[in-house]
């Protein structure tokens, strides 16, 4: 019976020692993401992974932020980005992070305005002291109430088919009326005097 008890403390202490290390680690950092890249020996880190815009009007700007953390004793810069949307930095490039600090990084998106949902992903480059990492982020929203798309042009008029060609045969020049249509003639009486 001693040998349970013995073992129920120390499972009980384990338990206490790691949740111990996630407040203080969650505290210290403010993000699992943030702890676990640090101990990874990441030189920095971008976090949130990815921005939840929300419910949203169609056609609205809005702002996404994410945090540059540096853990290194360089600076670290982002120096550009590569993205298939229409977002653009609030601030000029490079931002800059300076040693064991962290800098926010807002990103001004133009949500859409015929679709329910927008989800982007905006790979930034991150200038480190010996090399540039591809670092991607994403920004998710929900539209509220999208506008119905645009109808499709219709099909463009249609010209008038060209009027026929007159055949002559060659021994009597007679038109070859194959290709004409009946027309109908009235007679319009007029006042003579």
Not at 87 to 97: D, G, H, K, Q, Y
Request: glycine share 4%; aromatic share 10%.
């Amino acid at each position: 019976m001693t040998t349970l008890k013995y073992y129920l403390r120390l499972i009980g202490t384990v338990a206490v020692l790691v949740l111990l290390i996630c407040t203080v680690a969650f505290f210290w950092f403010g993000e699992f993401n943030t702890f676990v890249a640090y101990f990874k020996g990441e030189s920095f880190v971008i976090s949130p992974a990815f921005c939840d815009l929300g419910v949203n009007e169609a056609g609205k700007e809005r702002d996404a932020v994410f945090e540059l953390t540096n853990f290194t004793s360089e600076p670290i810069s982002i120096i550009g980005e590569t993205s298939g949307c229409n977002c653009v930095f609030t601030e000029s490039l490079p931002i800059t992070a300076k040693p064991h600090k962290t800098v926010k990084i807002k990103i001004k998106s133009q949500l859409p305005r015929y679709t329910a949902n927008y989800d982007q992903t905006i790979t930034l480059m991150v200038a480190d002291s010996d090399r540039l990492v591809m670092s991607p982020v994403r920004i998710i929203a929900t539209i509220n109430n999208p506008l119905p798309p645009p109808a499709s042009p219709s099909t463009p008029p249609t010209l008038a088919p060209p009027p026929p060609q007159i055949e002559t045969t060659a021994n009597n020049h007679t038109p070859n009326t194959k290709n004409f249509q009946p027309i109908t003639v009235i007679k319009i009486p007029t006042d003579q005097k």
